[in-house]
């Protein structure tokens, strides 16, 4: 993709933020460094392509911390987090929160530039699902109240029948209704409507 991406650098110790920023600028990324998770945090940035390179231990909220507190804010953002100490049990928590790596200092610029490349393919797919999702919200805020309905009932496997039986109308009245809700959100199939469904909140 054409679009520059952007790499935050949490880290405490200059010298790593300065050599980080050389390494990834020499790869035309767009640097941000902070030399604290709370400085991070208080700059609230953010960025169509990005990802941060975090340390795990720092002086206060340490990059475990910074990881939970950004996805507790909804922001999800691809994470390389470094460390000085192999520690086993931290990055296989790090890894199930989502972390695309979990590597040790003194790291290769070969290999964290592999990590920086594989974050930012995750970030490219958590923004092609963040347009789908947001795609489907417009459509579904295009349907009635009584579409809406039909649509949640059909896209829990009911018929025409027990969905006109349900909501007390009549058998062509939801054939109508469903082949509008079809129609509007842009679905061709059942399946079509159940994720459509879903991402938009409408069922769990």
């Known amino acids: 993709m054409s679009e520059t991406a ?13 050599s980080l920023t050389l390494l990834l600028e020499g790869e035309s990324f767009a640097v ?20 941060a390179v975090v340390d795990v231990r720092m002086p206060g909220m340490d990059g475990m911390r910074l990881q939970a507190e950004l996805s507790r804010r909804g922001i999800a953002l691809p994470m390389i987090f470094l460390t000085g100490h192999g520690d086993i049990p931290m990055s296989v928590r790090a890894m ?15 290999a964290l530039l592999a990590s920086v490349q594989a974050a ?16 489907a919200l417009a459509r579904v805020r295009c349907l009635t109240q009584r579409e809406r309905e039909v649509m949640v ?9 027990e969905i006109a039986r349900r909501l007390k109308i009549s058998h062509r009245t939801v054939e109508i209704h ?3 809700v079809m129609h509007k959100i842009g679905a061709e199939t059942l399946l079509d409507l159940a994720h459509i469904a879903q991402v938009s909140g409408l069922r769990d």
């Open 6 to 18: 952007t790499v935050f650098v949490v880290d405490d110790d200059p010298a790593v933020r300065d």
């Open 32 to 51: 941000e460094t902070f030399d604290s998770a709370e400085a991070f945090l208080a700059a609230s940035r953010s960025a169509p392509r990005s990802c």
């Open 96 to 110: 199930k929160a989502g972390a695309v790596d979990f590597l040790i200092k003194p790291v290769t610029g070969i």
């Open 120 to 135: 930012l393919l995750e970030s490219d797919r958590l923004n092609s699902r963040a347009e789908v999702n947001q795609t």
């Open 153 to 161: 009932l059909a896209a829990g496997g009911l018929g025409n029948k």
């Open 178 to 180: 469903r082949a509008r």
